[in-house]
Nanobody, 129 residues
Framework: DVQLQASGGGLVHPGGSLRLSCAAS????????IGWFRQAPGKEREGVSC?????????YYADSVKGRFTISRDSAENTVYLQMNGLKPEDTAVYYC?????????????????????WGKGTQVTVSS
């Protein structure tokens, strides 16, 4: 069974940093697209960053996080990370990792309406002074 376990959330001051981790199991990690999404209270879920570059796709970042967030994979550990720097109060949300076997599609496809096959439980990120 595909399993995704996100961790690393917490409370951080504005301007601070956090690194989210998503441990994956039950599938061939390098064959899948993978991404991070978030949902704030009262708002729709948003694709933050999605990566399918490992199979010729591309990496996507939402405009709101470009230059501040970085997605990366550790294939040896079957883990995907989201390094978040320069955090703002509007980054407060529950963050989810997700994966999809259609890794030939672009990162933007997966993050913007294309969908993901499998989802993990979220981790809360709160940015507040």
């Amino acid at each position: 069974d595909v399993q995704l376990q996100a961790s690393g959330g917490g409370l951080v001051h504005p301007g601070g940093s956090l690194r989210l981790s998503c441990a994956a199991s039950g599938f061939t990690f390098d064959d899948y697209a993978i991404g991070w999404f978030r949902q704030a209270p009262g708002k729709e879920r948003e694709g933050v960053s999605c990566d399918s570059s490992i199979n010729g796709g591309s990496t996507y970042y939402a405009d709101s996080v470009k230059g501040r967030f970085t997605i990366s994979r550790d294939s040896a550990e079957n883990t995907v990370y989201l390094q978040m720097n320069g955090l703002k109060p509007e980054d407060t949300a529950v963050y989810y990792c997700a994966t999809d076997k259609r890794s030939y599609y672009s990162g933007s496809f997966h993050c913007i309406g294309g969908g993901m096959d499998y989802w993990g439980k979220g981790t809360q990120v709160t940015v507040s002074s």
